[in-house]
Every structure is written in structure tokens, then in C-alpha cells.
């Protein structure tokens, strides 16, 4: 019997992939996800290796100290009604091939969510932003900067095609930038203003460096 070719990726996917890896969880915020009380689940593992991280035990795709995603599930049954909204925050939570099984597990649950993302993989933020009720994406600095800071090359590209898709979509969203000394100046603070607000209405805040020891 012939297989679809959906179904053949899901059977070589292992059963780590499908779910999701917990890096930690907040119980209870109210500055993660504007206007509500929110819970952030922090997805484990990140594509890039930016120096001023402040979740360096999560870029490692294994965790130490993981959180079973059963047991996430089981603590949000308990919050229905007195939470608004979940948080997928990490590391980097595109990362995951879980994440749109999660997500809809989570909204099943009738919580709003709410993504954290910095857009290594705008492809798959493309298919999640229908999902979301909120977004808030880091942009680093200007493109050509970009390899310099996260490691990666063309990092910047996705990035930037990130905040563009994210911006035409309407979705409510606050787009982040961390304002590195090594990095910027109040020019290219401006030019990154300017070339944001070129992909259209945006909303923007700039916020401040807690320099960390690099890894």
C-alpha cells in the first residue's frame, strides 16, 4: 500500500521531533504577552549563537533538565480560566517541528498564544502566523550585520524577510531590537528604523543590552 508523502515524513520523524522540548516554563507573566497573563514555554535549542544571549542553557537542542510536554499540558489544564494566553518563547521555538502541534494543542485548551521568535526560518513562520494571536520578533540589527552577531550566514536575510512577513500579515505584534553597544550607533539605530518602517506599519521598541559572558 502506496504511502502519501506527508504521512512518510511523519514515520521518519522520531517521536522527539513531533514533541516538542521543554526548556522551562514561567507560571505566570504579565510582560511577556501584552495585556494578558500569560504562561512562557521556553523551547529548547537555537540556530544561532548570538554573544549577549540571555537563555544560554537553552541553545543546546538537548536540554539537561527538560520538562516533558505531558506534563506542560497537565499544568495548563490547571490554569484554564485563570489564565489568557501561552507563550512560546525560547531559544528559538521555530526551530521545532512540534511547534504547530503544540500550538493547537494549547488553543484547544481556549488560552490565546503568543510566539517569541528572532525568524531563522520564515518559511515556517509563514505557516504559523495564521496560528498566532501575537507575535514578538527580534530584529538584531541591520541585514549585512547580522552573520557578525548570530554566527550564521544569511541570517540577516531571513531575519529581515521575517519582519516583513510578519508586518504584511496585520497580525498585533512588537517587533524588538537590543540595542548592542558594540553594534550600533544612533545613525544605524535611525537606518534601522528607516528600513523597518519601509515594510510598512510596525510597531517597534528598542530595548537594553544585559552583556553575558560568550559562548
Not at 521545532?96 to 520564515?122: E, N, T
Not at 510578519?166 to 531590537?177: A, F, K, M
Request: net charge neutral.
Amino acid at each position: 500500500m502506496s504511502v502519501s508523502g506527508n504521512n512518510r515524513n511523519k514515520q521518519l520523524m522520531s517521536g522527539s521531533e513531533l514533541t516538542l522540548r521543554v526548556g522551562g516554563l514561567t507560571p505566570l507573566t504579565t510582560v511577556d504577552y501584552p495585556g494578558e497573563l500569560a504562561a512562557v514555554i521556553f523551547c529548547q535549542g537555537c540556530p544561532w549563537r548570538c554573544h549577549y544571549c540571555h537563555n544560554p542553557d537553552l541553545l543546546p537542542r538537548q536540554g539537561e533538565q527538560q520538562i516533558p510536554w505531558d506534563q506542560i499540558l497537565a499544568f495548563l489544564q490547571t490554569r484554564r480560566g485563570l489564565l489568557d494566553a501561552v507563550v512560546f518563547s525560547g531559544g528559538e521555538p521555530t526551530l521545532q517541528r512540534g511547534l504547530p502541534d503544540a500550538i493547537g494543542q494549547v488553543k484547544a485548551m481556549g488560552f490565546k498564544v503568543g510566539l517569541h521568535s528572532a525568524g531563522p526560518y520564515p518559511e515556517r513562520l509563514r505557516e504559523l502566523l495564521p496560528l498566532l494571536d501575537w507575535i514578538g520578533l527580534d530584529i538584531k540589527s541591520l541585514p549585512e550585520d547580522y552573520a557578525g552577531l548570530t554566527g550564521v550566514r544569511r541570517s540577516g536575510e531571513r531575519a529581515w524577510e521575517s519582519a516583513a512577513l510578519v508586518i504584511e500579515s496585520g497580525l498585533p505584534h512588537q517587533i524588538r531590537t537590543t540595542l548592542d553597544p558594540a553594534l550600533f550607533t544612533e545613525a544605524k539605530q535611525q537606518r534601522l528604523l528607516d528600513r523597518l518602517r519601509q515594510l510598512g506599519p510596525l510597531k517597534h521598541s528598542f530595548q537594553v543590552c544585559n552583556p553575558v559572558v560568550s559562548i
